[in-house]
């Protein structure tokens, strides 16, 4: 099982991106999905999730307003669209599958896969 992210980069602040996260599950569309992040000397956080259909999403509330994740399980692909970027945003970015994938606290929980991660760097 592979999760390919991509689409990270740098931008400055107030800048967007778009996110985009490749799997290769053979069930995705079973599989709820996550966005996670960790900055330098920070623990990995949740930054968003959506359950199997897409109907259900979840946001950190740093992040709500601002980011909008979406999936596409005919291409076994889930995005994040990153709007207004600020540099507090600067971390590598992960994606994750698990079919009972969430947060408690802010940390990972059910994650049954991760992909390698992408890297933002925001400017100020």
């Known amino acids: 099982v592979q999760l390919q992210a991509s689409g990270g980069g740098l931008v400055q602040a107030g800048g967007s991106l778009r996110l985009s996260c490749a799997a290769s599950?053979?069930?995705?569309?079973?599989?709820?999905m996550g966005w996670f992040r960790q900055a330098p000397g920070k623990e990995r956080e949740f930054v968003a999730d959506i359950n199997w259909s897409g109907g259900l999403t979840y946001y950190a509330d740093s992040v709500k307003g601002r980011f909008t994740i979406s999936r596409d399980n005919a291409k076994n692909t889930v995005y994040l669209r990153m709007n207004s970027l600020k540099p507090e945003d600067t971390a590598v970015y992960y994606c994750?599958?698990?079919?009972?994938?969430?947060?408690?606290?802010?940390?990972?929980?059910?994650?049954?896969?991760w992909g390698q991660g992408t890297l933002v760097t925001v400017s100020s």
């Open positions: 994750a599958a698990g079919l009972t994938l969430g947060a408690v606290r802010g940390a990972p929980r059910g994650v049954d896969y």
């Open positions: 599950l053979r069930s995705f569309s079973s599989y709820a």
